[in-house]
């Protein structure tokens, strides 16, 4: 397993940015796909973006597409979720978590490895 570790959440005013970002340490960084889910308060945990193990495929859910993008830096072993335009809606504890397999995957059953999550607060 990886061990990650977010940072970069807080409270802000909608369209406002952020920017979360991850640092893995452990398994091999650059073999797996990683990915950025959310949990808003009362509601399951759901898929926000992936990146493939080497950073040439990426896929985002419906909602973020075209406000949010993910990258990975393999030689320091980070993950990045730059947020903006963030709406009230996006407020969620989000979550880094690393793959076992190296292509972008939605799948939250081929992610075996998680952080503890940074709280994103947007207010309207």
């Known amino acids: 397993q990886v061990q990650l570790v977010e940072s970069g959440g807080g409270l802000v005013q909608a369209g406002d940015s952020l920017r979360l970002s991850c640092a893995a340490s452990?398994?091999?960084?650059?073999?797996?796909?990683m990915g950025w889910f959310r949990q808003a308060s009362g509601k399951e945990r759901e898929f926000v973006a992936t990146i493939s193990y080497k950073g040439g495929s990426t896929s985002y859910a419906v909602s973020v597409k075209g406000r949010f993008t993910i990258s990975r830096d393999n030689a320091h072993n980070t993950l990045s979720l730059q947020m903006n335009s963030l709406k009230p809606e996006d407020t969620a504890v989000y979550y880094c978590?690393?793959?076992?397999?190296?292509?972008?995957?939605?799948?939250?059953?081929?992610?075996?490895?998680w952080g503890q999550g940074t709280q994103v607060t947007v207010s309207s």
């Open positions: 452990g398994r091999t960084f650059s073999r797996y796909a």
């Open positions: 978590a690393a793959a076992t397999v190296p292509y972008d995957t939605y799948n939250i059953a081929d992610f075996d490895s």
